[in-house]
């Protein structure tokens, strides 16, 4: 293409300049156009704008680059995707390309419109690129996932002698694939003399998190000499999701002594961590902070789910209640609340509700519907939600949706009618729809059953320590012992080890672990007399110990003292011994209460006339004058 010669003229008294052909004097009302465009542009009206713009091609006029790089903003703040299309012709019916900058907004425009086809043949097309061409397209492919590509720029960008900046590094690292290739990045950023620039330093901490490496991640962060509050963000909340609360919150409490302010991002990793290690009184303290911030939608979802995660339904509602804004993922918070805390029929009541205020259900929504159903055993209201998922929701059931049905028979003792929903399922069950069909074997004590569960579990995972304890659990309540020994040897040659039962409770702001048969708490001397006093409170009351949940051939006395001694027990005296007036003894379990600690823990909140909250892996049991939540049904 032979490309025209433009001269620049510079009108008297004004910033303007517009460029002609020399054949052509410019148009004696240039500057009137040119101050017309400008204001249009202030102004944000687009579609005059871009008619003065087709007004001025007629009379030979050209802006300068200012205000078409405003015309070109305009038309990526209305989406107006064909007007900037038509900007981009105006620009290069000169028949020279567009000024380096003018090229790059367009590339940023195109990006922005996902037009990525077509920013890729600007770019390809431009004669010159400088580091932001090269960063927009890096981090156009970074958001498109297209991680190859993105590190195919990187490379060509040096080739081409380009030295990367903060901001594309920063797009780099979001690309990055495997920890090999963020180690490589990383050395890179160093060698640009980018290691020490917040920026850079945050969005490593972000990646770092990402995949988990969050000593690498926690090393950036405390090299660093100053930070600022996106980096405190970062590695709080790198902390807070891969599920080390404590840490998140560790530092969380740091920021603040540092004299930082938490924002929204904080609060939201603050919560989540609260949630985790389901510390309420620090979430407590957390929702306080929040307050400034009112009417915050994804505030006041984290603090739903914070409060409902915690057991702390009353609060859970009066934040629900107080919301003026809900959407799905705040109606699908509090059903799952209901529903996990024991309150299946109001977490359906609730349901209704969501749909009479015009919000569809979701995905999500659909669980916690169907495991208020499984726990409430409404066998054919499941069967009801489940079936009219697609054809009334247009939500097609997925694996945790079949898993809420398998529970739902299990629960209900219809053991064959779970293993044939499975056998009918139009995809491969996984190992939690067999360890679900597992679990209630348990309970309704089918051994041949429970067999063919576990073999189908350990095909998938060999060595799921959590399928060989429940089958030999299921064994030792048939008095099977040898089939336990059996298990145990299994065990033993795949290099399983049990996981020791653990509750924790906090009292004072610090958290205690109990593990079961372990006396090493500074106080157990007197735990133990606090609950050799419960278990005489209560056996006045009928309290006898179910050595059924024994899972060793011992003999009775030796039994009852294995009981005596569950992580539960120790916790819940070691809260009576530390209860606050009227509050409720909070108590959290990494494995399944057994039946005899839930019998204790019903009589012993009857007796002491207290709440026992205990949250185990599945749901939460709210024990108060002699009964539990979940109706002994579990």
Request: proline content about 3%.
């Amino acid at each position: 293409m032979i490309l025209r010669q433009w001269r620049s003229i510079r009108v008297p008294n004004e910033k303007l300049w517009f460029s002609s052909t020399p054949q052509r004097n410019p148009n004696p009302n240039h500057s009137q156009w040119l101050e017309n465009l400008s204001q249009l542009c202030h102004q944000k009206d687009l579609p005059k704008a871009v008619a003065t713009m087709v007004a001025m091609e007629d009379q030979h006029c050209r802006a300068d680059p200012i205000t078409y790089s405003s015309l070109i903003k305009l038309c990526i703040e209305k989406h107006a995707v064909n007007e900037g299309r038509r900007v981009h012709q105006h620009l290069l019916d000169d028949g020279q390309p567009p000024k380096l900058f003018l090229s790059n907004s367009l590339l940023s425009m195109y990006v922005k419109f996902n037009l990525f086809d077509d920013a890729r043949r600007l770019f390809d097309e431009m004669p010159e690129r400088n580091v932001v061409s090269w960063t927009t397209m890096i981090s156009a492919f970074a958001h498109l996932d297209s991680r190859e590509e993105a590190m195919k720029y990187l490379i060509a960008m040096h080739r081409e002698g380009i030295r990367p900046n903060m901001y594309t590094f920063s797009a780099v690292l979001r690309a990055c694939q495997t920890l090999r290739t963020l180690w490589s990045i990383h050395c890179c950023i160093i060698k640009c003399g980018l290691e020490l620039d917040v920026f850079v330093r945050s969005s490593l901490i972000d990646v770092y998190s990402k995949y988990g490496d969050l000593d690498y991640g926690y090393q950036v962060f405390d090299e660093m000499a100053t930070r600022d509050l996106v980096v405190w963000n970062s590695i709080i909340g790198g902390f807070a999701q891969s599920g080390d609360g404590y840490k998140a919150l560790e530092l969380f409490i740091g920021m603040k002594r540092a004299g930082f302010l938490a924002n929204q991002s904080t609060l939201t990793s603050g919560l989540r961590a609260c949630t985790g290690t389901v510390m309420l009184e620090m979430g407590r303290q957390v929702h306080v902070h929040v307050l400034k911030y009112d009417q915050d939608l994804i505030l006041n979802n984290a603090l739903l789910d914070m409060y409902c995660k915690c057991g702390s339904l009353a609060e859970a509602n009066a934040v629900f209640q107080r919301m003026k804004e809900r959407d799905v993922i705040s109606w699908s918070t509090m059903i799952s609340g209901l529903a996990q805390n024991g309150r299946s029929i109001e977490a359906l009541r609730l349901f209704n509700s969501m749909k009479a205020a015009g919000t569809k259900p979701n995905y999500i929504t659909m669980v916690g519907v169907l495991f208020a159903c499984s726990h409430a055993g409404l066998v054919e209201d499941g069967w009801y939600y489940f079936n009219s998922m697609a054809k009334v929701f247009g939500i097609e059931p997925g694996r945790e949706h079949y898993g809420c049905i398998v529970d739902l028979l299990g629960r209900a003792g219809k053991l064959e009618e779970a293993l044939n929903f499975i056998d009918a399922m139009g995809f491969q069950p996984d190992s939690v729809i067999w360890r679900t069909l597992l679990g209630a074997c348990r309970v309704h004590q089918n051994s041949s059953l429970a067999a063919h569960a576990a073999k189908e579990i350990l095909k998938l995972e060999p060595e799921d320590e959590g399928t060989y304890i429940l089958l030999s659990n299921i064994y030792a309540d048939s008095r099977r012992w040898s089939d336990v020994e059996q298990v145990r040897k299994a065990m033993q040659d795949q290099g399983v080890r049990k996981e020791p039962g653990r509750s924790w409770i906090e009292v004072g702001k610090k958290t205690h672990v109990f593990i079961v048969g372990d006396f090493s708490h500074p106080e157990m001397n007197s735990i133990s007399k606090e609950l050799n006093r419960l278990i005489g409170r209560i056996t006045e009351v009928g309290y006898v110990p179910d050595v059924k949940f024994v899972l060793h051939d011992l003999e009775r006395e030796q039994k009852e003292e294995s009981l005596r001694y569950h992580s539960e027990k120790l916790a819940i005296a070691f809260g009576m011994m530390n209860s606050m007036g009227g509050k409720p003894i909070r108590i959290m379990k990494n494995l399944r209460i057994c039946g005899d600690c839930h019998e204790f823990a019903k009589l012993a909140a009857k007796v002491e006339n207290k709440t026992i909250i205990i949250r185990d892996p599945v749901r939460f049991h709210h024990f108060q004058d002699g009964i539990c939540s979940c109706g002994d049904y579990w």
